[in-house]
């Protein structure tokens, strides 16, 4: 029987050797050859280690979710169905490492920084964009007056500054396999014209429409022509969709989309479909409104996604001038122009004549008496960023235009680009990630459903949109971080949330946050995070012959030993003394022959077998090596 005793040598008195001599990683080599008896076995004794402060961060303690919308758990919004938005998932940290295993050691700081990237990621909404990956939300360590570490602080500001863009888009062609035929002038003025009588149907693609009330602006004169009531045009509002196969038909929309559903409005432009999420266009000689919308009772099978019914603007007339279907090849008001505005979560629409003044042609109303499918629907997360969309076409429409005269963005909000939009364009994000489900579920709750009229807390089937305040940022809406699962906010997307504790959010899974001002509100940690490891360590002896089985790593393995997480004194950090008060756990060296030992080769590791890099100073560990029992 033999006590052997091994230990790391200090890297202060041996720095040249310090490749071997790491707390976590070291080599003991022996003076003399250590002779061990045929059919022995080997057991930890004791361990003594030194964990520093720091935060051991894994996939088990970094999701958490940012919520940016109306609180929920209220009256008036009870749960996530009530919310025109979604918790978005985030890691502190590097995800894709964490989904294979690996471990961060950090401090305050670094961990602050880690949650703010996480946030950068996970805030779409365009009042947070600011550039292609910073977002308006920052996270510090939060310090007492004595400087001591109490918790995080989060802070969000959403921006309000806007650009007008005026007179000068460029277009992207998304008519059905490209093939549409227009021109645009140069210098690039807005005007879009047809070259065929098929038509085109294109995208400005430089700035969405900004929500602190931005507009968007087309003139239609040039499409509007009095040709047999054939003049059919389309102005509107579009989300950015990659083109897909739809039955051999390269078509830039969702690919829940289905235009032939019942109580559908398709529009079609050179004989094919066109997509746009709100829009006003002209069918025959009649103005029409259009939104994207569900419909729960689509060919009587499942739902599905359609172009809604057409807007009855003429029940709901917010200015008094449209009770009836107006008639666009008369134009007895002259309307040249329409403008979207889009005030918060609501989308008006007006029509203008050539010297600006205008006539509110549909809304959403604050009274009451706008019923279902006479008003627009709230725009949700799915449509944070619409993009203006045009297209005319049908006989005698070669050399009619369509001029985009103005864009109104967030200034901050960049210009767009196709490959570094998915970083903050939740649509694009989630077609270039196939999760477009989770836009799918927003879009088919019941305030989006064209037939659902008795949802809601006003059993009408709508939702009242949030708007913005008199500073211009989004009225009633709360930065949020969830750090546990929520059926509130939704079971599924908050499951994977597990920063309670590493945020100091115990007890309070949903954060409360105080509001600062009109465009801002902070979040603090409500208890002290401890800067712990939640993981066990295992030592690993690496150049002896007894067998383990990782079954984690589905290996066998040379571990020899497990540390929990508490030593035998309860401490968590610090100088750790580990000693089993159970009895030594001996393993079979398998040697029949003598071993011949000249070194003993020792790793601290976690249980997917990487190096613990979280030690610091003295490390000891005593081995108890004696020949195995007779039975």
């Known amino acids: 029987m033999s006590l052997v005793i091994t230990s790391n040598v200090s890297l202060n008195d041996r720095p040249e050797t310090s490749n071997v001599f790491k707390p976590y990683s070291y080599r003991n080599q022996l003076l003399n050859t250590m002779k061990i008896p045929p059919n022995s076995q080997i057991a930890l004794q004791s361990c003594k280690i030194n964990k520093n402060g720091l935060l051991i961060v894994d996939k088990s303690n970094s999701g958490f979710a940012h919520y940016f919308g109306t609180r929920l758990g209220t009256a008036t919004h009870p749960d996530i169905s009530f919310s025109t938005t979604q918790p978005f998932f985030a890691t502190a940290g590097e995800q894709d490492a964490f989904e294979n295993g690996e471990r961060n050691q950090r401090n305050v700081d670094d961990f602050a920084n880690d949650i703010q990237s996480g946030l950068s990621i996970a805030s779409f909404h365009p009042a947070y964009v600011n550039g292609v990956l910073p977002s308006k939300i920052t996270c510090n360590p939060h310090l007492s007056t004595t400087n001591a570490f109490t918790g995080y602080k989060w802070e969000a500001t959403q921006q309000t500054a806007k650009t007008s863009s005026k007179n ?261 994000y989630s077609e270039a990630n196939g999760l477009t489900r989770w836009c799918r579920e927003i879009e088919l709750r019941f305030w989006c459903d064209s037939n659902n009229t008795t949802g809601g807390s006003a059993g009408n089937g709508l939702l009242t949109p949030k708007n913005v305040n008199v500073s211009g940022g989004m009225d009633g809406y709360e930065t949020i971080i969830i750090t546990a699962q929520s059926e509130e906010y939704g079971d599924e997307i908050t499951a994977p949330c597990n920063t309670q504790q590493t945020f100091g959010m115990q007890g309070s899974p949903v954060s409360v946050s105080s509001q600062d001002t009109a465009l801002g509100n902070h979040i603090k940690s409500l208890t002290i995070p401890k800067l712990i490891s939640n993981v066990s360590l295992f030592i690993r002896l690496n150049n002896f012959s007894q067998n383990s089985i990782n079954a984690r790593q589905g290996t066998l393995s040379k571990i020899i030993a497990h540390l929990p997480r508490f030593d035998n004194s309860g401490n968590e950090t610090g100088g750790l003394y580990f000693e089993p008060t159970a009895g030594l756990i001996y393993l079979d060296l398998n040697n029949t022959n003598t071993l011949d030992i000249n070194s003993f080769d020792i790793d601290i590791v976690y249980d997917n077998e990487t190096l613990c890099t979280a030690l610091s100073g003295k490390t000891i560990c005593c081995f108890h090596i004696r020949e195995k029992p007779l039975r």
Request: net charge neutral.
């Open 168 to 428: 000068k888009a460029k277009f992207t062609d998304i008519s059905v396999n490209t093939r549409g035929g227009f021109t645009v002038n140069s210098p690039e003025n807005g005007v879009v014209t047809s070259t065929q009588n098929k038509g085109f149907y294109v995208q400005n693609r430089e700035y969405p429409i900004s929500q602190n009330k931005g507009s968007v602006i087309f003139d239609f004169s040039g499409a509007n022509a009095n040709d047999k009531d054939r003049s059919p045009f389309m102005c509107g509002l579009s989300r950015i969709n990659r083109q897909k196969d739809f039955g051999g038909r390269g078509m830039f929309m969702p690919e829940y989309y289905n235009p032939s559903l019942s109580n559908g409005q398709d529009l079609q432009y050179g004989g094919y479909s066109a997509y746009a999420d709100i829009c006003i266009c002209r069918v025959g000689k009649l103005l029409k409104v259009i939104q994207v919308t569900s419909n729960s009772r689509a060919n009587g099978t499942g739902r599905g996604q359609t172009m809604a019914k057409r807007i009855d603007y003429t029940a709901h007339d917010p200015s008094g001038k449209f009770g009836s279907e107006y008639d666009l090849k008369a134009n007895g008001s002259a309307f040249t122009k329409c403008r979207f505005e889009l005030d918060g979560e609501e989308i008006k629409i007006f029509m203008q004549k050539a010297d600006g003044t205008e006539s509110l042609l549909v809304d959403f109303t604050m009274d009451g008496s706008a019923g279902k499918n006479e008003c627009t629907n709230p725009i949700g997360a799915s449509k944070w960023a619409m993009y203006p969309v045009c297209a005319l076409g049908g006989k005698g429409t070669s050399g009619n235009s369509i001029t985009l005269a103005q864009v109104d963005h967030y200034t901050a909000y960049p210009l767009f680009d196709p490959l570094t939009y998915i970083n903050y364009d939740w649509w694009g």
